[in-house]
C-alpha cells in the first residue's frame, strides 16, 4: 500500500539566472538546511537541457519542473506520485497569476511577492490542493484587494 | 531600490543598501513614536521582500504578531504572511500567536478564518496542534460554515494530523467527514478526499464506507460529458485533482467487496482506459497531461487491486503505446509504472513483449533520469528466460552509462547474473566483465560475494582460477581484479597449476608484478596470498620467502604489511608442512546469509521500491513456476556475510577448523571480509586492542578479540562511547557483537548474535528496552530474529535509530533463549549514547572562544576533574575525541598540552552546539574536563561519557 497521500514537500521560482523568486515550504525544515537544499536544486534545474522529461530524482523525492518564460516553477513531491497532475498544479498557478495580475512576467512576481503567496495560499494548503476552480482561487484574492494597496505604492516611497 | 537590488550591481553594494535599510528599520521600530498599523505593515512587508532575497532577518517578530490583532484585513494578512515565511519557535510569541488565531477562528468572519487556518497549516508546529487539534474538526463539520473555509479547515487538519497524529482526536466528527465526499461542493470533496485517503491510512476500519462513496462519485466525474463539471473542468478533463485523489483514497484498500461497488468500479477503470484511445479534445499538453494523469492514477489502482488480468494487460498494453511517445514525460511515466506492472504474475509476460522498446530507450533517449528507468524496468522485467540478453545489454550500456547510475546498474547486473545463474561459468565471467568495465563502481560487496560463491561451488573454481589467471594478463588490471584473482588463485590456484603456462611460479610472478601497484590492503590480501601459495605450492617456498624478507616489506613502513610480512615469514620457516596445511587449510563453505548485495541496492533506492519489488517477485515467482528454479532459490541461499558480519564473522568460521586459529589466519578473514579500516587500525585503541604487538610467538597463538578476557558489562559500554564495532558481550555460550553507523540523528546498529556452542539456541528472543524517558526522546525500530539458532551460526538483527532529543540513559538488550534444557536471561547497555549524533565542526581559534564566552551561562557549563584511568598519551586522547564525535581543533588553546573539540548534536527536534576542552595535569596524572553547550543537560552527559575515557 502507498505510504502517503498526494503531497508536495515545497515549491520554488527561481529565474534562469538562479535567483530565488519565491519559496513555500510544506515540511518543517531548519533555514540553513532549505538554503542547502534551493542551491542544489537550482544547480541541478539549471543544467538540465530542453529536450529532457520534467521529473528529476532528487534524494527520496521527485522535483517536477517546467519553465515559463524567464521562471522556473519547480515542486518536490514523493517519489509515488501523480507527476503529471503536478505539472498542471504548477500551471494552474501560472494561470491564477496571470489572471490576477494580467500576463504575469517575473517583475510582477517580484513586487508583488506577497500577492503571490497570497494566490498560493488560496489554492493550496499544507502542499495539498484546495480549490482547483480558477474562479474560486482568484476571487478569494479580489476580494481581500478591494482594501488593499499594493506593495508597489510604499515600496515606492522615498524612505527606501 | 528593488530595481537596483535585482539588477544586482554588485553582491557588496546589495549588502550594504539592506544593511542601511535594515538599520533604518530597526530604529522605525526602536524610535520612540509608536508606529501606526500602515507603518508598521510597510516597514513588516520590507523585511519580509529582505528575507526573500536571502539575507537573514533576526527581529520583526514582535512587529508582526502585533500585525495579527489588527482589524484592517491587510496588516492581518501581512502578519500572518510574516509569521508563516519566518516562524520562530520563541516560545513567548508562540503563545501570542496562537492567541491573535484564536480570536480569528471565533470570529465567524470567513476571511479572517481562512487566514488563520492557512497559518496553522503553514506552520504545522506541535504546539499550533495541541492548542488547535480539538478546534478545528468542529468548524470542519458544522452545518453552518462557510464552504471555503471547510475546504481549508479540512487541508488544515490534515497538516496537523501528519505532524502531531496522537493530538488530533478521533470521534464523532470522523463519520461526518467521510460524507463530505457527498457534499454538492466540489471543492470541498477535493479537500476532504485528501484528508480521509490519510485518516483511512491510519484507521482503515472507521473509514471503509469511504470507498463505495468514493466509487459513485468518481462514476459521476467519469461518466459526467466534459462541461457538466464547469469550472471544475479543466481542458475538457472533468475534475482532474479530485479523479486522482480518489483513485488515490481507493488505493488504500482492497478491491471492494461488494459485487455491486466493485462492478461499477471496473466500469469506472475501462472508461478511463477507453478514453485514452479517444482522439484528444484539444491539443494543448494541458488536456493530455491531465488525461494522462488520471490514466495513471487508474493504472496504480489496477496495479494495487492486482485482481483483473484482462485490466492490467490493457494497462500494460496502453503503457507500451507511450514507450514510443514523441513526449519524454510519457515515455518516462510508461518506464516507470511498467515496472510495478512487471510484478504482477498477470502482466508480466505482456510486459516481457517490450523488451526490444526498452533495450532500445537504453541506447537512444538522451535523457538520464529516462535511461535510468529504463535500466529498472530491464532489472523488474528479467526472469530465466531473458536474463542473459538483459544483462548483456546492461553490461554493454554500463560502457557509455552516466557516472551518476553506474553503481546501481553495476549492483544490478551482479543480482541478476547471480539470480539467475544456471550456469555459474556465467556468473563468473559477467562479474569479471563487471570489474574490467567498471572497476571503480565495482563495491566491495560485489566482489565479496563472488568470491563467496566460487568457495561455495565446487564446479567453479577451476573455470574461475583459469578466467582470473587470464584476466590479470592485461598489462593494467583494476585493483579489485587483482584482489579477486589473489584470493580465487590462493585457494584453488593449484587447480589450474597443472598447465605449464599457468604454473605455481608464473601464478606467483603474475600476481606479484601487480603488488607495487597497489594499495595497503590489496598488498595485504596478497601477502596472504602468497603464504598459502607457500602451502599449495612448497616448490616456491624459497622464492616466496625471499620476497617476504626483502627489506620493503619486513620494514615496510606500514604496520599492517610489515606485521605481516614477518609474521608468514615465521610461519613458513618453523611451522612443519601439517601445521602449514591446517592453518592454511581451504576456506570452508560460508554460511547462508542474506544477500548484502540486494541490501546495498535497497539502500540506494531507498527503502519500499525494491523490497517491495523484490518480494512480491520472488512469491510471484515460485507461483508460477513452483520448483521450476532450483539454482536461483540455491544461489540466494548461499549469500555473502554481509562485510559488516565480519568482526564477529571471524567468531564462527574457525569453529568449524579443528585446530585453533592462529591470528595470521584470523587475519586473512578480516581483510577480506571486513572493511579493513577497521580491522587494520582500531580507531580507538584500548587496552585489549593492541594485538600489532612485536611479540611474535605470542601473537600467532592468540586470537584477536581475547575471547578469555571478562569484562564488566560497563567497562564494555564505555568503550563503545569512542568507537562504533566490536564486540559488546561474551560467555562461553554467545558472543554478541556490534556494527554501527550514525549521521546526523539517525544511525543503524547491526547486532550480530554468535553461537558459540555446537548446540542449538531455542526461543532465542532478543529486545531492546528503552524506558520511559527514553522512548520519547529516542526512536529505535528492530526486525525479530529467527528463535532458532544453530550451533555455530551467527544472526544478525538490525537497529534503526533516530534520536528525537537529547537523552542520559542507555538502551538496554534484553536477551532470554533455551540452551540445553535451561533457561538463559541475560541484559546489557547497547551503547547508544549522546555523542554517536555528533557531527563535527571545524572553526577557527577565534571562533571558538567568541562562541565558548557566549556560552559562558554558569547552568551552560559542566566540569569534571578525574584522575587517568589509562596512561596519558597524546595521541590517544586525540583519537579518541575525534572517535567520540567532535572535530579535534588544534592551535587553538594558547597551551599545547590541552585538547580542544567542537561539533554539532543532532536530534530531530534541534541542533545543539557543543565545545569541549580536557586539560591534562601530567604530574598530577589528573584530567580537567570542561563541556559547554547551550543546554545544561546536554553539557552534563557528555561530560559524563567523555570521562570515563581517559
Redesign the interface.
Given at each position: 500500500m502507498r505510504q502517503q497521500t498526494w503531497k508536495i514537500h515545497f515549491i520554488l521560482l527561481f529565474s534562469r539566472q538562479g535567483k530565488l523568486r519565491l519559496q513555500k515550504w510544506y515540511t518543517t525544515l531548519p533555514d540553513k538546511e532549505k538554503k542547502k537544499i534551493i542551491r542544489e536544486i537550482v544547480q541541478i534545474i539549471l543544467s538540465r537541457n530542453q529536450k529532457t522529461s520534467s521529473f528529476v530524482d532528487w534524494k527520496d523525492l521527485k522535483l517536477v519542473y517546467k519553465r515559463y518564460a524567464s521562471l522556473y516553477f519547480c515542486c518536490a513531491i514523493e517519489d509515488q506520485d501523480n507527476e503529471l497532475l503536478t505539472l498542471e498544479v504548477v500551471h494552474r498557478y501560472v494561470e491564477l497569476l496571470d489572471r490576477y495580475f494580467g500576463n504575469v512576467c517575473e517583475l510582477d512576481i517580484i513586487f508583488n511577492f506577497e500577492k503571490a503567496y497570497f494566490i498560493l495560499d488560496e489554492f493550496i494548503i499544507g502542499g495539498e490542493v484546495q480549490e482547483t476552480s480558477k474562479r474560486s482561487a482568484v476571487k478569494a484574492i479580489e476580494d481581500s484587494d478591494m482594501l488593499q494597496e499594493t506593495v508597489e505604492e510604499y515600496m515606492n516611497k522615498p524612505a527606501f | 531600490?528593488?530595481v537596483l537590488l535585482?539588477s544586482?550591481k554588485s553582491k557588496e553594494a546589495e549588502i550594504k543598501r539592506i544593511n542601511k535599510?535594515l538599520a533604518?528599520i530597526r530604529s522605525k521600530f526602536k524610535g520612540d513614536k509608536a508606529l501606526d498599523g500602515y507603518s508598521k505593515k510597510?516597514y513588516v512587508?520590507?523585511l519580509?521582500?529582505i528575507f526573500?532575497l536571502?539575507h537573514?532577518i533576526d527581529f520583526g517578530h514582535m512587529e508582526a504578531v502585533n500585525l495579527l490583532s489588527s482589524n484592517?484585513?491587510?496588516e492581518k494578512?501581512?502578519g500572518y504572511?510574516f509569521i508563516?515565511?519566518l516562524v520562530n519557535s520563541n516560545s513567548e510569541l508562540i503563545r501570542l500567536i496562537n492567541n491573535a488565531i484564536k480570536n480569528d477562528l471565533a470570529s465567524r468572519n470567513p476571511?479572517f478564518m481562512?487566514l488563520a487556518?492557512?497559518c496553522i497549516?503553514?506552520v504545522?508546529?506541535r504546539e499550533m496542534a495541541e492548542a488547535f487539534a480539538g478546534e478545528i474538526p468542529k468548524i470542519l463539520v458544522a452545518g453552518d460554515t462557510m464552504d471555503?473555509v471547510k475546504?481549508?479547515a479540512a487541508?488544515?487538519l490534515?497538516?496537523l494530523y501528519?505532524?502531531s497524529p496522537d493530538l488530533v482526536p478521533m470521534g464523532d466528527w470522523t463519520s461526518r467527514v467521510v460524507h463530505l465526499l457527498n457534499d454538492q461542493h466540489?471543492?470541498v470533496v477535493?479537500?476532504a478526499t485528501?484528508l480521509i485517503?490519510?485518516l483511512a491510512?491510519k484507521n482503515p476500519e472507521e473509514f471503509k464506507t469511504s470507498v463505495s462513496l468514493a466509487v459513485s462519485r468518481l462514476s459521476r466525474i467519469v461518466t459526467s460529458a466534459s462541461t457538466d463539471l464547469q469550472?471544475?473542468t479543466?481542458y475538457f478533463v472533468p475534475?482532474?485533482?479530485?479523479s486522482?485523489?480518489l483513485l488515490?483514497l481507493l488505493?488504500?484498500y482492497p478491491p471492494p467487496e461488494d459485487p455491486a461497488v466493485r462492478g461499477r468500479l471496473t466500469e469506472c477503470l475501462e472508461t478511463i482506459l477507453n478514453k485514452a484511445q479517444e482522439p484528444p479534445k484539444s491539443k494543448k499538453v494541458?488536456h493530455s497531461?491531465?488525461k494522462?494523469?488520471v490514466l495513471?492514477?487508474a493504472i496504480s489502482l489496477i496495479i494495487?487491486h492486482d485482481s483483473e488480468p484482462n485490466l492490467l494487460v490493457r494497462a500494460c498494453n496502453q503503457l507500451g503505446q507511450f514507450l514510443q511517445h514523441r513526449e519524454?514525460?510519457l515515455?518516462?511515466?510508461a518506464l516507470e509504472s511498467m515496472c510495478t506492472l512487471a510484478s504482477s504474475e498477470f502482466s508480466h509476460e505482456a510486459v516481457k513483449t517490450h523488451i526490444e522498446t526498452v533495450i532500445n530507450a537504453l541506447k537512444t533517449e538522451?535523457?538520464v533520469?529516462?535511461r535510468?528507468r529504463a535500466v529498472d524496468l530491464l532489472y523488474a522485467m528479467c526472469d530465466r528466460s531473458n536474463a542473459q540478453q538483459i544483462v548483456a545489454e546492461m553490461l554493454n550500456y554500463l560502457e557509455t552509462a552516466d557516472y551518476s547510475i553506474r553503481e546501481e546498474i553495476v549492483l544490478k547486473v551482479a543480482i541478476l547474473a547471480e539470480k539467475y545463474a544456471v550456469d555459474y561459468t556465467w556468473y563468473v565471467d559477467t562479474i569479471l566483465n563487471l570489474i574490467r568495465i567498471a572497476g571503480d563502481y565495482v563495491s566491495e560487496e560485489v566482489w565479496y560475494r563472488v568470491i563467496q560463491i566460487v568457495i561455495n561451488r565446487d564446479d567453479v573454481q577451476g573455470y574461475a582460477a583459469k578466467t582470473v589467471f587470464e584476466a590479470l594478463q592485461a598489462p593494467a588490471c583494476h585493483e579489485n581484479l587483482v584482489k579477486v584473482g589473489g584470493y580465487i588463485l590462493g585457494e584453488f590456484g593449484n587447480l589450474i597449476a597443472g598447465d605449464p603456462r599457468s604454473s605455481p611460479l608464473i601464478q606467483f610472478n603474475l600476481l606479484h608484478s601487480k603488488f607495487h601497484l597497489c594499495s595497503v590492503p590489496t598488498r595485504a590480501l596478497l601477502l596472504s596470498t602468497y603464504i598459502k601459495f607457500v602451502n599449495l605450492f612448497p616448490e616456491i617456498k624459497t622464492t616466496i620467502q625471499d620476497v617476504l624478507r626483502s627489506d620493503s616489506q619486513l620494514k615496510n613502513a606500514d604496520v599492517e604489511l610489515q606485521q605481516r610480512a614477518v609474521e608468514y615469514l615465521r610461519l613458513s620457516t618453523i611451522a612443519s608442512t601439517d601445521i602449514l596445511a591446517t592453518v592454511l587449510e581451504e576456506m570452508p563453505p560460508f554460511p547462508e546469509r542474506e544477500s548484502s548485495i540486494l541490501a546495498k541496492l535497497k539502500k540506494k533506492k531507498?527503502p519500499?521500491?525494491v523490497t517491495d519489488l523484490e518480494e512480491i517477485k520472488k512469491e510471484r515467482s515460485s507461483d508460477m513456476n513452483g520448483s521450476a528454479e532450483p539454482t536461483s532459490v540455491n544461489a540466494s541461499a548461499v549469500s555473502t556475510p554481509s562485510p559488516s558480519a565480519d568482526l564477529l564473522g571471524l567468531g564462527a568460521a574457525p569453529l568449524t577448523n579443528s585446530a585453533p586459529p592462529p591470528s595470521s589466519s584470523g587475519s586473512l578473514l578480516v581483510d577480506v571480509f571486513s572493511d579493513s579500516a577497521s580491522a587494520v587500525a582500531p580507531l580507538a585503541p584500548g587496552s585489549d586492542d593492541n594485538f600489532a604487538s612485536p611479540d611474535l610467538a605470542s601473537s600467532e597463538v592468540v586470537s584477536e578479540e581475547p575471547a578469555d578476557t571478562v569484562h564488566d558489562a560497563d567497562e564494555l559500554f564505555h568503550k563503545f562511547v569512542c568507537k562504533n564495532n566490536g564486540v559488546l558481550f561474551e560467555n562461553q555460550l554467545l558472543q554478541i557483537g556490534l556494527k554501527s553507523e550514525f549521521r546526523q540523528n539517525l544511525g543503524r546498529m547491526f547486532i550480530f548474535y554468535g553461537n558459540k556452542t555446537s548446540t542449538q539456541f531455542l526461543n532465542f528472543t532478543p529486545t531492546v528496552i528503552c524506558s520511559d524517558d527514553l522512548q520519547s526522546s529516542l526512536n529505535l525500530q528492530t526486525k525479530p530474529v529467527d528463535p532458532t539458532v544453530d550451533g555455530g551460526a551467527q544472526v544478525q538483527q538490525v537497529v534503526n535509530i533516530e534520536c528525537v532529543s537529547d537523552f542520559m540513559e542507555a538502551p538496554i538488550l534484553n536477551i532470554q533463549f533455551r540452551y540445553g534444557g535451561t533457561f538463559q536471561n541475560l541484559s546489557v547497555k547497547l551503547p547508544i549514547t549522546l555523542n554517536k549524533f555528533f557531527q563535527p565542526t571545524e572553526m577557527s581559534s577565534q571562533d571558538f572562544f567568541q562562541r565558548w564566552k557566549q556560552l559562558s551561562n554558569p547552568k551552560q557549563e559542566v566540569q569534571n576533574i578525574f584522575k587517568a584511568k589509562h596512561p596519558m598519551d597524546a595521541e590517544i586522547t586525540k583519537a579518541k575525541i575525534i572517535g567520540f564525535g567532535s572535530a579535534l581543533l588544534e592551535e587553538v588553546d594558547p597551551n599545547p598540552a590541552n585538547f580542544v573539540g567542537a561539533g554539532i548534536i543532532h536530534t530531530k527536534t534541534t541542533?545543539i552546539g557543543c565545545l569541549l576542552r580536557l586539560e591534562p595535569n601530567l604530574q598530577a596524572q589528573m584530567y580537567r574536563l570542561t563541556l559547554r553547550t547551550s543546554k545544561e543537560a546536554v553539557s552534563q552527559r557528555l561530560c559524563e561519557l567523555l570521562s570515563e575515557q581517559f
Open positions: - | 531600490m528593488c535585482i544586482g535599510e533604518n510597510k512587508c520590507k519580509l521582500f526573500l536571502g537573514d484592517r484585513y491587510t494578512q501581512i504572511l508563516s515565511v476571511t481562512g487556518l492557512h497549516a503553514n504545522g508546529s471555503s475546504q481549508s487541508l488544515c490534515l497538516r501528519r505532524t466540489l471543492g477535493t479537500a485528501s485517503t490519510t491510512q469550472d471544475y479543466y475534475a482532474p485533482w479530485l486522482v485523489k488515490r488505493q488504500c494541458q497531461n491531465a494522462n494523469a495513471f492514477e494495487h519524454t514525460n515515455r518516462y511515466l538522451r535523457d533520469s529516462v535510468q531507498g519500499g521500491t541542533q
